[in-house]
């Protein structure tokens, strides 16, 4: 569902029960949510009102659902599937307001893109302690990010992302206030900081473009001087922008890179960043290792990709081979396909991504997915999609497309296409504009070489991300 209170205490309900409860990207499709939720192998389906159509269009493929939860809307029938729709408060009317007798500590199991362009369930055993009981993860991530006791954090990401998902939980934990915006505007996210006095926050890149494109007497209208701490990641943050947040916001502005999948974690706080402009920071849990093709280390400031010793146990759920893909021969080591090299400072930089992963605004996207749907079209022969430099947004998806023999190039078929992906994808992965080719360099095993096209979109930039 969208942004709302239900959504934080259902969550809540999943932490405090032993379960797994997975956030679902509210702006899926109603086949691909049904994807997920047939994945998951879930029973229980929590939505809300404004979600309740793509919720009751993905129900009849979803035969493992048992119910369907609206938290603020009314129950009904099911058109198909054998879910029962039931409104929340009206389901547990009757029941106590008192802790369960066996409560022991939930999770969540959230989903990451793979190359394949179907997500993967991200799955690690769960503790066998109390709720109250912090896992060690989040014990670190309390002190590095500084959260305390009456603390007023303010949330203005979608929820469903694991970033916000986990700061929104730790905040509460931590006896915090937090404010949840519906969605971000830049010039109301600086009006409820001053408001409501926030002392931390955690932001995407395109958010502080956003706030720095706003007119020079609307940024200085608001007192921001209750900020303690502001937080980024999910995507690379330009060094312009980076140095003139600081400039504007004072050295309260903390970096972090991670993948959902907890292979390992770096940071830096605002001096380190300005003595080592770029930067992700030093590595502080996991052990990494920089290597080569042949999975040799490679010496330090050499771009290779990024391996490392596995800091948490995972497995992608019931896809045992995309769990082998993701880790070393003998089974020590894990990579998403980040690329970057570490400086003599031992402060790492990202370069490159070699699974030409795109991240749009915060958002990863896998260009595999699209692709796949475009080659179905009957007017296309071959596709490819990546990312291209975009000033806002950091990332947006570019096709490039070979037509079939004697169908024209020209902006009735680039209408047609990207209609047709709308129909399939969530508007995300949509692509924002379509080029063609006459041939896709593709080698003789039928690998299509995309960097060849994604490199003329990148110009003589020494990084291919932004």
């Not at 409104?87 to 409560?103: C, F, Q, R, V």
């Not at 203005?156 to 206030?177: E, F």
Request: hydrophobic fraction near 40%; proline fraction near 7%; charge should be negative.
């Amino acid at each position: 569902m969208e942004n709302n209170a239900r959504y934080v205490e259902c969550c809540t309900a999943g932490e405090r029960t032993g379960t797994y409860y997975t956030c679902v990207n509210s702006f899926l499709t109603a086949d691909e949510l049904a994807y997920i939720l047939n994945n998951s192998t879930s029973k229980v389906l929590i939505t809300s009102q404004a979600k309740r159509d793509v919720a009751l269009a993905a129900l009849p493929q979803c035969p493992g659902i048992e119910l369907c939860i609206v938290v603020d809307g009314p129950g009904g029938e099911s058109k198909g599937g054998a879910a029962r729709i039931v409104n929340l408060e009206e389901a547990t009317a009757g029941l106590p307001d008192t802790p369960i007798p066996d409560e022991s500590l939930g999770t969540a199991m959230l989903y990451s893109s793979g190359t394949t362009g179907r997500p993967k369930g991200i799955v690690r055993p769960l503790a066998e302690q109390p709720p109250s009981q912090l896992l060690p993860i989040f014990s670190f991530l309390l002190k590095l990010w500084q959260y305390r006791e009456g603390m007023i954090y303010l949330s203005p990401a979608p929820l469903y992302h694991s970033a916000p998902q986990a700061a929104v939980n730790l905040a509460i934990r931590m006896g915090g206030t937090v404010i949840v915006m519906e969605r971000f505007d830049p010039e109301h996210y600086l009006q409820l900081i001053e408001k409501y006095r926030v002392t931390h926050s955690q932001l995407v890149p395109t958010m502080f473009s956003r706030l720095l494109k706003l007119p020079e007497e609307t940024r200085t209208r608001y007192d921001l001087g209750s900020l303690e701490i502001a937080i980024h990641a999910a995507a690379p943050c330009p060094v312009q922008v980076k140095e003139q947040m600081i400039e504007w916001w004072g050295p309260i502005i903390h970096e972090y890179y991670g993948a959902t999948e907890g292979l390992g974690f770096t940071a830096c706080n605002s001096e380190e960043w300005l003595a080592h402009k770029g930067t992700v920071g030093r590595v502080l849990l996991g052990e990494l290792h920089v290597l080569d093709d042949d999975m040799k280390p490679l010496p330090g400031g050499t771009p290779g990709t990024l391996w490392f010793k596995t800091a948490t146990p995972f497995e992608y759920f019931n896809d045992p081979a995309k769990t082998r893909e993701a880790r070393s021969e003998d089974g020590t080591m894990s990579t998403v396909g980040d690329v970057g090299y570490v400086d003599a400072d031992g402060f790492l930089h990202l370069t490159d991504r070699a699974t030409f992963m795109i991240i749009s605004g915060g958002v990863n996207i896998y260009p595999q997915e699209c692709e796949n749907l475009l080659i179905t079209h009957p007017k296309v022969a071959d596709a490819a999609v990546f990312g291209v430099p975009n000033a806002d947004l950091g990332e947006e998806v570019k096709a490039v497309v070979q037509l079939m023999p004697g169908v024209p190039k020209n902006a009735a078929i680039v209408e047609d296409l990207l209609a047709f992906c709308g129909q399939h994808l969530a508007r995300q992965k949509v692509p924002r504009s379509i080029d063609f080719e006459d041939e896709l360099p593709r080698l003789p095993t039928g690998k299509l070489y995309k960097r060849l096209l994604r490199d003329r979109y990148w110009g003589d930039k020494k990084s291919r991300i932004v």
